[in-house]
């Protein structure tokens, strides 16, 4: 009896073959098919050195992703002493930690109203005017920002990188959608939804994940999936390990 070939797996990420997602991926025997569908480019933001070099005017800064904490980082290597530091989800914490920096406050869910729920089960009323630094995405919504002021905090937020679309070569993609051939999509955050629906167009991203698995971390990532009216897997942890491992077990179930 032959043995059942597993598809291979869509990494949306702004990564190389080596990057982190795909080396999870590829340790669990998935194969991987890189299409990023968002790029990260660096800002030179003033709004961001000015905030930085009055850091500790701030009782707290908030991170939402990696990426916020590499622009930071970059120019703030070690951590401002007397501000509580809190990142949204597993993933973001990590970063933090690996490079030394304390995380004071991680919800349990990647979220922003699973950040906002853990300020006011934890800090409010006692922090009510505490000063927040909230360095974002360029496309960040203003959910975190007017819930921590709705709570009483001042917030300043400054964008700290641009997330863009990326080059996909489409007609590559489209061949894989047309012959079915992908087995799972997996997505780390909504930008990367709506940009590979935008750059496949309606039809042809409705048709892969007809066929494929879409897999994310957080809900609100795959709140971007229910809206597009398809059904979509949340990793059981908010990080690319935890990614690789739900896309895993997904797909050997489905064989």
């Known amino acids: 009896m032959s043995e059942t070939v597993v598809k291979p797996v869509v990494v949306t990420r702004a990564e190389g073959p080596d990057g982190p997602l795909s080396r999870e991926l590829k340790s669990l025997g998935l194969s991987v098919l890189l299409w990023p569908a968002v790029q990260v480019n660096t800002v030179r933001s003033e709004r961001l050195g000015e905030a930085l070099a009055h850091i500790g005017a701030f009782g707290w800064i908030v991170f939402a992703s990696r990426h916020a904490v590499a622009a930071v980082l970059e120019r703030l290597p070690t951590p401002p002493a007397g501000v509580r530091i809190a990142a949204v989800g597993q993933a973001t914490a990590q970063v933090l930690r690996q490079r030394g920096w304390p995380v004071d406050l991680v919800p349990?869910?990647?979220?922003?109203?699973?950040?906002?729920?853990?300020?006011?089960?934890?800090?409010?009323?006692?922090?009510?005017?505490?000063?927040?630094l909230f360095p974002a995405s360029s496309r960040a919504?203003?959910?975190?920002?007017?819930?921590?002021?709705?709570?009483?905090?001042?917030?300043?937020q400054v964008d700290a990188y641009r997330t863009e679309g990326a080059g996909l070569d489409v007609a590559a993609c489209r061949e894989w959608i047309r012959n079915a051939g992908v087995g799972a999509v997996t997505f780390a955050s909504p930008s990367a939804v709506t940009e590979l629906e935008h750059a496949l167009g309606g039809a042809d991203f409705d048709r892969l994940l007809t066929d494929a698995i879409a897999v994310t971390i957080g809900q609100t990532t795959a709140r971007e999936i229910t809206a597009?009216?398809?059904?979509?897997?949340?990793?059981?942890?908010?990080?690319?390990?935890?990614?690789?491992?739900?896309?895993?077990?997904?797909?050997?179930t489905r064989h």
Do not use: M
Not at 108 to 132: M, T
Not at 141 to 156: D, Y
Not at 228 to 250: F, I
């Open 228 to 252: 597009r009216g398809r059904a979509a897997v949340v990793a059981e942890d908010t990080t690319l390990r935890s990614l690789a491992l739900t896309t895993h077990r997904l797909l050997q």
């Open 141 to 156: 919504l203003p959910t975190i920002a007017a819930g921590l002021t709705q709570l009483g905090a001042e917030v300043t």
């Open 108 to 132: 349990h869910e990647a979220s922003a109203a699973a950040l906002i729920g853990a300020f006011a089960a934890q800090w409010w009323p006692r922090d009510r005017g505490v000063k927040i």
